[in-house]
């Protein structure tokens, strides 16, 4: 399944956005999809992720209480509401899809990444 993610942008600490990741496939919803990011000079790490059906959900401690992820299968989309963003949150955020939360959260992603979309927060 192909994703496409959108809706980044800049954004004052204390701020909101919700981003989206579009998939194009019709076994979108049979994968568990999870938002990563990546900030300059540092590695990628996963932000949230989302089971198939949308019954559970993870989260990096960074952003437990802020993030909020969610997903409309009959859209193909998974979104994720970032609140009080921080400055340190400032990188460009990609989703992926895998067959279960599990691999999400072991590392066992793709090499292949979509464009991503770029989220800024200033101070």
């Known amino acids: 399944v192909q994703l496409q993610a959108s809706g980044g942008g800049s954004v004052q600490a204390g701020g909101s956005l919700r981003i989206s990741c579009v998939g194009y496939?019709?076994?979108?919803?049979?994968?568990?999809v999870g938002w990563f990011r990546q900030a300059p000079g540092k590695e990628r790490e996963l932000v949230a992720a989302?089971?198939?059906?949308?019954?559970?959900?993870d989260y990096a401690d960074s952003v437990k209480g802020r993030f909020t992820i969610s997903r409309d299968n009959a859209k193909n989309t998974v979104y994720l509401q970032m609140n009080n963003l921080k400055p340190e949150d400032t990188a460009a955020y990609y989703c992926?899809?895998?067959?279960?939360?599990?691999?999400?959260?072991?590392?066992?992603?793709?090499?292949?990444w979509g464009q991503g979309t770029q989220v800024t927060v200033s101070s």
């Open positions: 989302v089971s198939w059906g949308g019954g559970s959900a």
């Open positions: 992926q899809a895998r067959p279960t939360m599990g691999d999400l959260l072991r590392g066992k992603t793709l090499d292949a």
């Open positions: 496939g019709r076994t979108f919803s049979d994968y568990a």
